[in-house]
């Protein structure tokens, strides 16, 4: 014998069925704009990018690794590079580097605009809800800062630079805007300066304060919680973080690894203050 579904179930069926579409319907009223801003979207389609907006406005608003976040509150030019990236497709370029390069501009750019339309705050921490949840128009598609870096940047970091690898001092190009993230460069990232970017960019933050920190009692080295974040794209040419930032030491500042007793630890901090030029070192 079937037994009918009692009262109780068909309520709290419905109950769950209506606030879904509610939920939804609120949704699609709140982010309405975003979705019309892309849609109405002039897109081009170019086989290698540009970002002439872009260039100008990190030339004017960063300041020795850091952004002038008072300035470019005033600044005409972020509008402008907003614009540029929302109507720049990087679906025909040709190379492979370029669109993961294009996937970090527009990510550095957004979580710049993300604390510039906060500002005066001083941590990321303040601007987190709205990387996650604010869709800006990236090459015509409405998209959040946490999904070009999870959904954009992420399937990209194997094989970007350097065959079947990712060179892992990609990630030092990827600007979180916090100050324990890399800092954010004074241009546009391009393939044609690629390779000094990569090694400035990575020579900088291993030895930023903060960042690697030794001991000689215990023989240890402590390095930045990024490392372990990032740890999968590392090892796919390093042993591990460790050895990573000893290659990149010199002479005098490698710690002495073939102790048996030497220890491998990661910080237990991150430094969420804004990358701010005025912020305090």
């Known amino acids: 014998m079937n037994k009918q579904p009692s009262a109780l179930i068909l309520f709290f069926s419905a109950l769950l069925f209506g606030g879904g579409a509610l939920l939804a319907t609120f949704h699609t009223i709140v982010h309405a704009p975003e979705y019309l801003g892309a849609y109405f979207t002039r897109v081009d389609h170019p086989i290698k990018p540009s970002y002439p907006f872009y260039n100008e406005f990190l030339k004017e608003c960063v300041r020795r690794d850091r952004v002038d976040y008072a300035r470019a509150k005033n600044s005409k030019l972020l509008d402008k590079a907003m614009t540029e990236l929302a109507s720049l497709s990087c679906d ?13 501009n527009a990510y550095n750019l957004l979580s710049t605009k993300a604390v510039t339309d906060r500002f005066p705050v001083r941590t990321v921490s303040e601007v987190a809800n709205d990387m996650a949840s604010h869709r800006y128009t990236v090459g015509g598609v409405p998209i959040t800062v946490k999904d070009i870096r999870q959904l954009k940047i992420a399937p990209l970091l194997r094989g970007s630079t350097s065959g079947d690898y990712t060179d892992a001092r990609v990630l030092f190009l990827i600007c979180g805007s916090a100050m324990g993230y890399p800092v954010i460069c004074d241009h546009a990232l ?7 970017d ?19 009692k215990p023989n240890a080295m402590f390095i930045s919680p990024f490392f372990q974040w990032n740890e ?5 040419s390093f042993t591990n973080p460790w050895s990573f930032v000893i290659y990149y030491l010199s002479a005098d500042e490698k710690p002495d690894d ?3 007793g030497f220890k491998e630890n990661y910080m ?14």
Do not use: A
Request: net charge negative; charged share 35%; no cysteine.
């Open 190 to 196: 391009e393939t044609s300066r690629l390779k000094h």
């Open 258 to 260: 073939s102790d048996y």
């Open 92 to 104: 025909e370029f040709g190379d492979p580097g370029d669109k993961l390069l294009y996937w970090i």
């Open 268 to 281: 237990t901090k991150f430094d969420w203050r804004i990358n701010d030029t005025e912020t305090q070192d």
């Open 198 to 216: 990569l090694e400035e960019n990575t020579y900088k933050f291993i030895h930023r304060k903060g960042n690697v920190f030794m001991t000689k």
């Open 232 to 236: 999968s794209v590392i090892e796919q």
